[in-house]
């Protein structure tokens, strides 16, 4: 279940934060579940109320989530807000038809992709000095 925090909670955790309190200490001193992420970003990369969290620790699933397989599923089932796409788990996430029984081989191979691609957005990104959004240096690693 996603739990929203309002602004003047968020303007706590600021506050708290810039005071010198960690994260984890002000999430528990705040009541905000175990599971929560909390962490710092320039205001310009704060994200929105569509922001989606994936909390997988491993590479397969980070892979299975940036294939095209599953790019091609989200563009044919999103939601659509003023014509921009919205991946809700509702429409895109819930509905994914996830690898069935892979074998050991190919969950191997789309870690190690997942891997490189990782790699190779960090590389991007430093070489241009963090100077693009995200949604660019997407763009720009997948039009090579």
């Given at each position: 279940?996603?739990r929203v925090?309002?602004?003047?909670?968020?303007?706590?955790?600021?506050?708290?934060?810039a005071?010198g309190?960690?994260?984890?200490?002000?999430?528990?001193?705040?009541d905000?579940?175990a599971?929560?992420?909390?962490?710092?970003?320039k205001?310009?990369a704060?994200?929105?109320?569509?922001l989606?969290?994936?909390?997988?620790?491993?590479d397969?699933?980070f892979?299975?989530?940036?294939?095209?397989?599953?790019?091609?599923?989200?563009?044919?089932?999103?939601?659509?807000?003023k014509g921009?796409?919205?991946?809700?788990?509702?429409?895109?996430?819930?509905?994914?038809?996830?690898?069935?029984?892979?074998?050991?081989?190919?969950?191997?191979?789309?870690?190690?992709?997942?891997v490189?691609?990782?790699?190779?957005?960090?590389?991007?990104?430093?070489?241009?000095?963090?100077?693009l959004?995200?949604?660019?240096i997407?763009?720009?690693?997948?039009?090579?």
């Amino acid at each position: 279940m996603r739990r929203v925090i309002t602004k003047s909670t968020w303007a706590e955790i600021r506050t708290a934060y810039a005071s010198g309190i960690g994260l984890r200490e002000i999430a528990g001193n705040m009541d905000i579940p175990a599971g929560t992420i909390l962490s710092r970003a320039k205001r310009e990369a704060w994200p929105g109320d569509a922001l989606s969290c994936f909390a997988f620790s491993d590479d397969y699933s980070f892979g299975i989530l940036q294939s095209g397989i599953h790019w091609s599923w989200f563009i044919a089932t999103c939601s659509k807000l003023k014509g921009d796409f919205r991946y809700t788990p509702e429409s895109v996430f819930d509905t994914f038809p996830w690898p069935q029984k892979p074998k050991h081989e190919d969950i191997k191979a789309v870690a190690e992709a997942a891997v490189t691609l990782r790699a190779l957005r960090q590389e991007t990104m430093r070489k241009l000095n963090y100077s693009l959004p995200a949604r660019a240096i997407f763009r720009l690693v997948f039009s090579v």
